[in-house]
């Protein structure tokens, strides 16, 4: 590797994670720390965006800002709503009372864990989830209320909340905001071949109208075709599909007929061979059925979505998707490093694609040195790190399904089995059923997702850990903790506006400025 000076990065791919990239980049690098780089988006006017994972995590609310970004032009711009979690039905038990929680606030500090579940286990008589009695935010998603009021300024709320958006629509704004205001060179081509250097490292990109386009870093943001760390370095991709069986969906967009309330959360509802996610929008929802085919025909997971949606899905197009759960051995290799698609996916069950994205993109722009000579090291670094991270990531999203009670197909009763689930997380298991988890159980800060996530997941499934009795006064403590936040439940959800009455509200007004 040489030791020119890093001046020109090349983003490979548009969609979603090329644009949040080389915003991100722009952001930090130039505009924050004041490095003399140029950054160039280089997309395909044929080839389209997947396009439906419409999710987000809380850190999108600090991307958005580092970004310039209003956020009421993006409310306004994106179709986008305000998510403060996830509600999940028929996992547990497939019965129309069978829910529970992961909401995106902390659990208040209410007593020891261990004091909290014993008493939930067995003290409770009224009968409170574990979400219920740590979090005002399952309430507030009951009642379909805002996180927040229109006298809150940008990007502030009462509570933690991200977004659901229509990402196509997100990459339009991003690209247009990336161009206008962040100096980002936007280039529309098709990449049809790579000139390497005798080490395989990167020189120019070859261009469908004959010309080059020449880097120092390149960032493969090419989505499920990957032509950089795929076609290119060959990168062997590592299949997930023993841990996570869903390989497939159906997706759909379902205009409102009138305009109901928005659900403040995403909806995931299991099936007998995967689950629906339904995601409300300002103008309508967006569907999908994630599916495994090794348990269900594509034809039958299409009508169970159908049936799902009833009467007017009749005529709605179908989207259908197909891709194997995984992730690239390597992520970054030589000037190349691979983001969003390209890098993997596994399912949309927690949104985690986009926060990658986020992770990734924050991380170069920190660690990216000022010459070629320094990329090795943080190749190393870089692959060990996010290496653990899809690992942590495949391990929650196991947990979903592998504390499953349901039996009722073979869907359910493989990802039940032993082998199916890692060995990190049995173990974990193992000891949880013991004693109540803690931070010491998670080996570090680049945990995707943390102990808390962990409890809302274990104890919303109904997971029970022999917990030793407290005694009666830190019971009584406790009781008393969770019985005062319930009384101050009331007077935060009399200051909320519902979810509608806010995005309206901030369509007409606009948000206060920070």
């Known amino acids: 590797m040489n030791n020119n000076d890093i001046k020109n990065i090349v983003v490979v791919g548009g969609g979603t994670a090329g644009w949040l990239t080389a ?31 419409e999710g987000t995590w809380p850190s999108l609310r600090t991307t958005l800002q580092a970004l310039g970004v209003s956020e009421s032009d993006f409310i306004r711009d994106c179709d986008a709503t305000f998510k403060q979690g996830a509600r999940f039905n028929r996992w547990t038990e497939d019965s129309d009372t069978d829910f529970y929680y992961h909401p995106l606030m902390l659990p208040a500090n209410v007593g020891p864990l261990n ?34 009021a229109i006298t809150t300024p940008e990007y502030q709320g009462n509570l933690n909340y991200a977004y ?22 936007h280039k529309v081509d098709d990449v049809v071949g790579v000139r390497a250097e005798p080490d395989g490292a990167i020189s120019a990109l070859t261009l469908a109208d004959g010309s080059e386009l020449n880097g120092d870093f390149y ?74 085919s090794r348990h269900t025909s594509d034809e039958a997971a299409e009508q169970v979505l159908r049936n799902y949606i009833g009467e007017k899905a009749r005529d709605l197009p179908v989207k259908a998707i197909k891709y194997t759960p995984g992730h690239r051995e390597k992520f970054w290799i030589k000037n190349c490093v691979a983001v969003g698609l390209s890098a993997g996916f596994v399912e949309p069950l927690e949104a985690s ?49 592998c504390l499953s009670n349901r039996r009722d197909s073979q869907f359910w009763r493989d990802n039940t089995d032993p082998d199916s689930i890692p060995r990190e997380l049995l173990n974990k298991l193992d000891m949880w059923q013991e004693k109540s988890p803690s931070i ?6 680049a945990d995707v997702f943390p102990l808390e996530s962990y409890c809302y997941v274990l104890y919303g499934m109904n997971f029970k850990t022999t917990t030793h009795d407290p005694g009666d006064k830190n019971l009584k403590s406790t009781e008393h903790k ?12 009399s200051s909320l506006p519902k979810n509608r009455q806010l995005i309206d509200a901030i369509k007409k007004h606009g948000l206060q400025k920070i």
Do not use: M
Request: charged share 20%.
């Open 353 to 401: 694609s986009i926060l990658l994205v986020e992770l990734s993109a924050y991380w170069i722009a920190e660690k990216l040195p000022l010459k070629n000579s320094g990329l090795s090291r943080c190749e190393q670094q870089f692959n060990d790190i996010f290496r653990y991270r899809w690992d942590s990531i495949i391990e929650f999203l196991k947990l979903h399904y």
């Open 482 to 493: 969770i019985n005062r936040q319930r009384k101050n439940l009331d007077a935060l959800l």
């Open 164 to 185: 659901h958006l229509d990402t196509n629509k997100f990459s339009t704004f991003i690209k247009e905001h990336c161009v206008k205001n962040l100096n980002v060179i």
């Open 440 to 445: 010491l159980d998670f080996l570090s800060r």
């Open 219 to 292: 960032i493969d943001c090419s989505g499920f075709s990957a032509l950089l760390i795929d076609k290119h370095f060959k990168v062997p991709f590592i299949d997930k599909s023993d841990v996570l069986f869903c390989d497939s969906a159906v997706a759909v967009q379902c205009p409102y007929e009138l305009e109901p309330d928005i659900a403040s959360h995403t909806l995931s509802t299991a099936t007998g061979s995967g689950w629906i996610w339904d995601i409300g929008l300002q103008s309508r929802r967006g569907i999908g059925h994630v599916y495994s």
């Open 115 to 148: 004091t909290i579940t014993h008493w939930l286990n067995k003290f409770n008589s009224s009968g409170l989830s574990y979400s219920q009695a740590t979090c005002h935010q399952e309430a507030a998603c009951e009642a379909g209320l805002a996180p927040k």
């Open 23 to 53: 915003g991100i980049l722009a952001a930090k690098c130039v505009r924050e720390q004041g490095r003399d780089i140029n950054i160039t988006l280089i997309e395909s006017a044929t080839i389209g965006n997947v396009g439906v994972g």
